[in-house]
């Protein structure tokens, strides 16, 4: 294992990024009081067209450039001439959000994470004027990501004037598998679009990672799809792999690569939606079981460990939000304290 030093604590507990409602202030108060350790920048996709992670990142694209700009479509987003109302609003919401969150963040000096689109996940949301998707041209994509790699560095230096800890900037690329498999269909719904190579791919994250980097950050890839490409992740750059631990959408094998090269592993060990609470030993138990079948008992294979939902709880209730987080902390105090066996019979500590 190499020496890589992580800016949040070990086995601290943070959130993927969505969260349920319209209420920034509430939002804010949830996450600065429930994750001290590592808050997270939030997204109210309730709020309509623009508070999505699409339209967000988009937001964020038109800081680059006033002619990028995104307009709705009965299907999603397509290419607009310039930043237009939807921008606009996306811009609002995401400055009101932080606002929000910087207020309620005075005193905290420890990691924030912040979340972005990925270019393959928006190569393969946004429609150019012709109906079809970015992902079809090759120019267009290289064109997106090198505006996202320019907009990534520049919200970097918004959150570094807001908030004093380290940033940590989490790449979402739910569509990438499908992107790599040709699995994204055409226009016309009759075909798909070609599979991008593997190497193409990481080239393109690179870029985009690379930048976040050069700005200071943390900077890793988020996929909640099964079969996340982990190697390619890896080789892109990526200083962290957050997936869902409850679905096994990783082989061991790579997972156990991952914690030995150093490579951070944010663990979704808590269901996104749920009722009531969940234990101690139900929390803790995917990372629990995981390091039982690699063998690694050794806690130092745990320092670049984050415990997470599986994916955003922008489709949960807030009293499970708050059963969330506190489940997410609960995993990580019984990891901390070694007690991998036997938890079972443990606390029940109740989320």
Same mark, same amino acid.
């Given at each position: 294992?190499?020496?890589?030093?992580?800016?949040?604590?070990?086995?601290?507990?943070?959130?993927?990024?969505?969260?349920?409602?319209?209420?920034?202030?509430?939002?804010?108060?949830?996450?600065?009081?429930?994750?001290?350790?590592?808050?997270?920048?939030?997204?109210?996709?309730?709020?309509?067209?623009?508070?999505?992670?699409?339209?967000? %990142?988009?937001?964020?694209?038109?800081?680059?450039?006033?002619?990028?700009?995104?307009?709705?479509?009965?299907?999603?987003?397509?290419?607009?001439?310039?930043?237009?109302?939807?921008?606009?609003?996306?811009?609002?919401?995401?400055?009101?959000?932080?606002?929000?969150?910087?207020?309620?963040?005075?005193?905290?000096?420890?990691?924030?994470?912040?979340?972005?689109?990925?270019?393959?996940t928006l190569a393969a949301s946004i429609e150019m004027a012709t109906?079809?998707?970015?992902?079809?041209?090759?120019?267009?994509?290289?064109?997106?990501?090198q505006a996202l790699a320019e907009a990534v560095r520049l919200h970097?230096?918004?959150?570094?004037?807001?908030?004093?800890?380290?940033?940590?900037?989490?790449?979402?690329?739910?569509?990438?598998?499908?992107?790599?498999?040709?699995?994204?269909? %055409?226009?016309?719904?009759?075909?798909?679009?070609?599979?991008?190579?593997?190497?193409?791919?990481?080239?393109?994250?690179?870029?985009?990672?690379?930048?976040?980097?050069?700005?200071?950050?943390?900077?890793?890839?988020?996929?909640?799809?099964?079969?996340?490409?982990?190697?390619?992740?890896?080789?892109?750059?990526?200083?962290?792999?957050?997936?869902?631990?409850?679905?096994?959408?990783?082989?061991?094998?790579?997972?156990?690569?991952?914690?030995?090269?150093?490579?951070?592993?944010?663990?979704?060990?808590?269901?996104?939606?749920?009722?009531?609470?969940?234990?101690?030993?139900?929390?803790?138990?995917?990372?629990?079981?995981?390091?039982?079948?690699?063998?690694?008992?050794?806690?130092?294979?745990?320092?670049?460990?984050?415990?997470?939902?599986?994916?955003?709880?922008?489709?949960?209730?807030?009293?499970?939000?708050?059963?969330?987080?506190?489940?997410?902390?609960?995993?990580?105090?019984?990891?901390?304290?070694?007690?991998?066996?036997?938890?079972?019979?443990?606390?029940?500590?109740?989320?």
């Amino acid at each position: 294992m190499n020496g890589h030093e992580f800016p949040w604590p070990r086995l601290a507990a943070t959130g993927i990024g969505s969260l349920p409602g319209t209420d920034a202030a509430e939002a804010a108060r949830v996450v600065a009081g429930e994750l001290s350790d590592f808050i997270h920048v939030f997204e109210l996709p309730a709020r309509g067209p623009g508070a999505d992670l699409v339209g967000r %990142t988009a937001g964020l694209l038109t800081e680059v450039s006033v002619d990028l700009g995104l307009d709705t479509t009965p299907q999603g987003w397509r290419v607009a001439p310039g930043p237009g109302r939807a921008m606009r609003r996306a811009r609002s919401w995401s400055g009101e959000d932080l606002d929000a969150l910087e207020g309620q963040a005075q005193s905290y000096v420890g990691p924030i994470k912040t979340e972005v689109c990925g270019p393959w996940t928006l190569a393969a949301s946004i429609e150019m004027a012709t109906g079809e998707r970015i992902l079809k041209d090759a120019g267009a994509c290289r064109d997106i990501t090198q505006a996202l790699a320019e907009a990534v560095r520049l919200h970097i230096g918004d959150l570094v004037r807001r908030f004093s800890g380290p940033v940590v900037v989490q790449i979402d690329e739910p569509s990438l598998p499908a992107v790599l498999a040709g699995a994204i269909g %055409t226009a016309s719904g009759l075909s798909s679009y070609r599979p991008i190579e593997r190497a193409s791919a990481g080239a393109g994250l690179r870029i985009v990672l690379d930048a976040a980097k050069d700005s200071g950050a943390t900077v890793g890839v988020h996929c909640c799809a099964r079969e996340v490409p982990v190697d390619m992740l890896v080789k892109a750059g990526a200083e962290f792999i957050s997936l869902d631990l409850l679905r096994g959408n990783c082989p061991d094998e790579q997972l156990g690569q991952l914690l030995e090269s150093g490579i951070g592993l944010f663990a979704g060990s808590v269901p996104a939606v749920g009722n009531g609470t969940i234990s101690d030993a139900e929390a803790s138990r995917p990372v629990r079981e995981l390091i039982h079948r690699l063998g690694m008992s050794d806690p130092a294979w745990l320092a670049g460990v984050v415990i997470t939902p599986t994916c955003g709880l922008a489709g949960a209730n807030w009293e499970w939000v708050r059963a969330a987080y506190d489940a997410c902390r609960a995993a990580g105090r019984v990891l901390r304290d070694d007690r991998v066996d036997g938890a079972e019979e443990g606390g029940d500590h109740g989320g």
